[in-house]
């Protein structure tokens, strides 16, 4: 069973000032890393007159992650780094992050680069709002016309959703349902049925 983790729930961003540089923040959810790169050129089309669009991402969470981060520009390490570790410590999965820096004519040095991405990212995040993501499965499963009802209240009842009903002989049902509540809900469909019918997982 996935783990289940907090995403972000809305797009925040968040401004920072720096020695005349602004250093815009701006996160949001991305489910895979073609999201987090759409994201990301989202950014840079609103923005297409920054001087730097630095950025990280983190697609799923624990074990199972897929990461990526861009000093775009900047001194290698600066930039890109610095943001990925503040989204990793965030303690969030399927995230992207996007810091755009406008240049205001004085230099920051290494350090103060580092210190201001980090602290841009660092300020974007504590505004951002963020849900419990919900590990769920597909079942699926045959079952005759006079059952049909009473399937369709015990599916209700556990919570899940039918994505998708086909009638023919019989009615095929496939239904998305959260992994906690599979088990329960088999065992109530195998009980409806006196054992004729068997939920099968999906993919």
Do not use: N, W
Request: glycine share 8%.
């Amino acid at each position: 069973m996935t783990e289940e983790y907090r995403v972000p729930a809305t797009t925040a961003r968040e401004t920072l000032v720096v020695a005349k540089s602004r250093f815009i923040g701006t996160a949001g959810r991305a489910d895979c890393v073609e999201d987090a790169r759409a994201f990301i050129q989202t950014v840079r089309s609103e923005m297409p007159d920054a001087s730097h669009h630095v950025y990280a991402f983190r697609v799923g969470y624990g074990s199972s992650v897929v990461e990526g981060m861009s000093d775009d520009g900047e001194p290698a390490g600066t930039a890109g780094p610095p943001v990925l570790a503040v989204v990793r410590g965030a303690d969030i999965g399927d995230i992207v992050l996007v810091v755009t820096r406008y240049f205001g004519g004085t230099k920051l040095g290494t350090g103060g680069l580092v210190r201001a991405y980090s602290e841009t990212a660092r300020i974007t995040l504590s505004y951002l709002q963020t849900v419990p993501k919900v590990s769920k499965c597909l079942l699926s499963f045959d079952l005759p016309y006079s059952l049909y009802e009473r399937a369709v209240r015990l599916v209700s009842a556990h919570d899940a959703a039918i994505i998708e009903e086909r009638f023919t002989e019989q009615i095929s049902l496939c239904i998305e349902v959260r992994e906690t509540d599979v088990e329960a809900l088999t065992a109530a469909i195998v009980e409806l049925s006196s054992g004729s019918v068997r939920p099968i997982r999906l993919g």
